[in-house]
């Protein structure tokens, strides 16, 4: 059980991680079906691709419709990693975040209940005061913005904790927040061999979207990998 710190000084001039997203989409561009049920799309090479950056992070996040959806326990599955992330004394698993800003992550989630490691809800001025202080039995909590969390300053402030290496596991509208305000450096997509279709079903980034000054991106490598394709890609400025 973590001890809780609610914060919300300003972030100041203070550099912030580097952030990628990473995650598997199928052929026709979605990331679960129409019921925001998550589906398996990729494979074992691909799993254990997504282990490994797990290792490599200082911390993983996801949005509150993720973890509500989907009960991720974000943790590292090989053993073999987590012996390597001890023996560099870092617990077994990166610090797991949760962008929430109306404190609603069930105090059942699996975040909570599976491996060890610090957690933290980030949350707004707006969630209900009871709601946080019983999430402040299980996780850091850090309150940033009126209604909504703010990224921006969330992103110092993880910095300031020693972060600087983030992997952000989605949704599609924790994705565009970040990458409509210019906060994300990288974007690793596994391209599956299905279609899951549905105009409602969630995709790589839904939010508001662009009309114009479209967020445009330079692809770093392409390979396939098992019955799919891996891209990677860096993101540059809007155009």
Same mark, same amino acid.
């Given at each position: 059980m973590? *001890?809780?710190?609610?914060?919300?000084?300003?972030?100041?001039?203070?550099?912030?991680?580097?952030?990628?997203? *990473?995650?598997?989409?199928?052929?026709?561009?979605?990331?679960?079906t129409i019921e925001r049920r998550q589906t398996r799309i990729s494979g074992?090479?691909?799993?254990? #691709?997504?282990?490994?950056?797990?290792?490599?992070?200082?911390?993983?996040?996801?949005?509150?419709?993720?973890?509500?959806?989907? *009960?991720?326990?974000?943790?590292?599955?090989?053993?073999?990693?987590?012996?390597k992330r001890r023996t560099r004394g870092l617990s077994e698993n990166p610090p797991r975040i949760v962008v929430?800003?109306?404190? #609603?992550?069930?105090?059942?989630?699996?975040?909570?209940?599976?491996?060890?490691?610090? #957690?933290?809800?980030?949350?707004?001025k707006s969630a209900p005061a009871e709601k946080v202080k019983n999430l402040s039995k299980?996780?850091?909590?850090?309150?940033?913005?009126?209604?909504s969390v703010d990224l921006e300053k969330l992103l110092f402030e993880l910095k300031k904790r020693g972060i600087n290496r983030l992997m952000v596991e989605g949704g599609a509208t924790l994705n565009w927040e970040l990458?409509?305000?210019?906060?994300?450096?990288?974007?690793y997509t596994f391209v599956g061999?299905?279609?899951?279709?549905?105009?409602?079903?969630?995709?790589?980034?839904d939010g508001e979207g662009y009309t114009c000054?479209?967020?445009?991106l330079a692809i770093i490598s392409c390979e396939r990998l098992e019955d799919g394709v891996l891209l990677k890609w860096k993101v540059n400025s809007k155009l």
């Open positions: 973590a *001890n809780p710190s609610i914060i919300g000084n300003d972030p100041g001039k203070s550099a912030r991680p580097f952030v990628f997203i *990473n995650t598997a989409m199928s052929a026709d561009g979605k990331i679960a074992s090479l691909d799993f254990d #691709r997504m282990d490994e950056l797990r290792t490599s992070s200082d911390a993983i996040m996801v949005g509150i419709g993720t973890l509500i959806s989907d *009960n991720p326990s974000l943790t590292v599955k090989s053993k073999e990693r987590k012996e929430d800003s109306m404190a #609603r992550t069930p105090a059942s989630s699996d975040i909570f209940l599976k491996g060890e490691g610090k #957690r933290i809800i980030a949350v707004s299980f996780a850091d909590i850090i309150c940033l913005g009126e209604k990458i409509s305000n210019g906060l994300v450096d990288e974007i061999n299905i279609i899951i279709g549905g105009k409602t079903a969630p995709t790589l980034v000054d479209f967020s445009s």
